[in-house]
């Protein structure tokens, strides 16, 4: 049984005030554009949810009537399974709790194992200016179970707290029913930030609570709704553009869809039930080589930037702008607008497989970099941060999954990746790819030359014969 207090600590709200401190800019609702439709599900139990990533303003969120489980406005796609992922730059999607199903707007977060969400009587939903969409009313929930057990929430880099009790309901997603799922219900709080709810996917080990509960994908998989493997993949989409696209699958993985090789590598976890990997070198566009040494950083969808050792983090805005300012008021690196435009020049993160391989993954620059306000219009902002600024470990956040296609598979402790198939890849010929086409060219010509001699030599002693 859990403590009279447990503190818990939510990863995915480590950068809400960060994402406030920079300058906002212009947003407009956008409908759900389809990258590519995805396959029939393969084996008992798997399910996939198209996310529809949206810039939308907070005060124009979906209405209340809009479920998740099953698609009753005219504006959502008809599937059974498919719901909506909005985004200011974060990436949410909308889950139903309780029975009949009440929509919650959660961050989608693999940096944490807790399923957040907000009484509707609290004062943050009551009295915030950012509001909670609602909350969640448990008055209305015939499978609602209160389970006494209180918590204590503690943000990583806010003094603000909020506290409340652990419930237990029904939970929808992707067009099945998760039974008896343990979830956190904030009955106080009063942040000075938007946040709806935190939807977290990691191992449930990583929950802060004293005593663990099975967490979400646990559940789904003890209660047989995700085949033999305790998997979910991940496509986030591109990041420009008011309107872009993305998934998650629960129970399989698609490479074949969303992969430029139609592949994935796998690489092992690098810490036991939970999402770090090895990073084994950073390069950037000119292919010097950044990093010294492997280092391990946490997949981490509930961040936005890269965040790196402060030493590396130099080097990779360096490597980018040779001018590039760090601005701890932020905080980040001020950078040159004109790198918002470089789409086929990467900044090259390597990893190790488990086939003692070598994994290449590649951020454009133009996924690096956003514009701030129109009162620098010649310096934009670097998503990349010195992990000193936090006091914590490396993180890979959305700027890094988005150029990338991600299996976690938590049965075996693998992490599958491969290159986003929207990242256009364009081979650089360097001077030493040159001269070796040039050197090979001639061998093959004097090769010919000296074969044409021969043979003429071999006629003409014919001839003569």
Known sequence: ???????????????????????????????????????????????????????????????????SKRAESSNTNTTTGQASILSSLAHYLEVGIGTPSQPQILLLDTGSSDLLIFDASSNQCQESEYGCNG?????????????????TIGYANVSNTAQGYFMNDTVHIAGLEVESQRIALVTDALLDYDIQGVLGLNF??????????????ENMFKQGLMGETQLFSIYLGPRKGEVSNG?????????EVYTSTGELDWIPIAQEDDFYVTVGGVKAANGTTLSTGNFTAIL???????????????????????????????????????????????????????????????????????????????????????SSS????????????????????????????????????????????????????????????????????????????
């Not at 449930?204 to 994908?217: F, H, N, R, V």
């Not at 998934?247 to 490479?255: L, Q, Y």
């Not at 959305?398 to 991600?406: H, I």
């Open 247 to 255: 998934t998650i699958a629960f129970g399989e993985s698609e490479p």
């Open 135 to 151: 909350g969640f009313n448990t008055s209305l929930s015939s499978t609602y179970v209160n389970a006494t057990d209180t918590f």
């Open 204 to 217: 449930a080990s990583k929950s802060q609570a004293l005593e663990k509960e099975p967490g979400l994908l």
């Open 300 to 386: 981490d969808a509930g961040t936005i930037p890269i965040i790196l050792a402060d030493e590396l983090a130099d080097a990779v805005a360096e490597s980018i702008d040779v001018d590039a300012e760090y601005d701890e008021s932020l905080p980040g690196y001020l950078v040159d607008c004109k790198y918002l435009t470089k789409s086929t020049t990467y900044l090259t993160f390597s990893l190790p497989t488990n086939e003692s391989t070598t994994l290449t993954l590649n951020i454009p620059y133009s996924d690096l970099i956003r514009s701030l306000s129109s009162s620098t219009p010649k310096k934009c902002l670097l998503d990349v941060l010195r």
């Open 1 to 67: 049984m859990l403590g009279s207090k447990c503190a818990v600590r939510i990863a995915a709200l480590l950068l809400l005030s960060w994402i406030c401190g920079a300058a906002p800019v212009e947003r407009t609702r956008g409908e759900a554009v389809e990258v590519e439709a995805l396959k029939e599900n393969r084996g008992a139990g798997s399910s996939a949810m198209k996310l529809s990533r949206r810039y939308v303003d907070t005060s124009s969120l979906p209405p209340l009537g809009r479920l």
């Open 390 to 465: 936090y006091n914590i470990g490396q993180v890979l956040g959305d700027t890094f999954l988005s150029s990338t296609y991600v299996s976690f598979d938590m049965t075996n402790q693998l992490v599958g990746m491969g290159q986003a198939v929207h990242v256009r890849l364009v081979r650089r010929i360097t001077l030493g790819d040159l001269v070796g086409s040039v050197q090979g060219w001639l061998r093959a010509w004097i090769a010919a030359l000296k074969g044409g001699v021969v043979r003429g030599n071999e006629g003409l002693e014919g001839a003569t014969q």
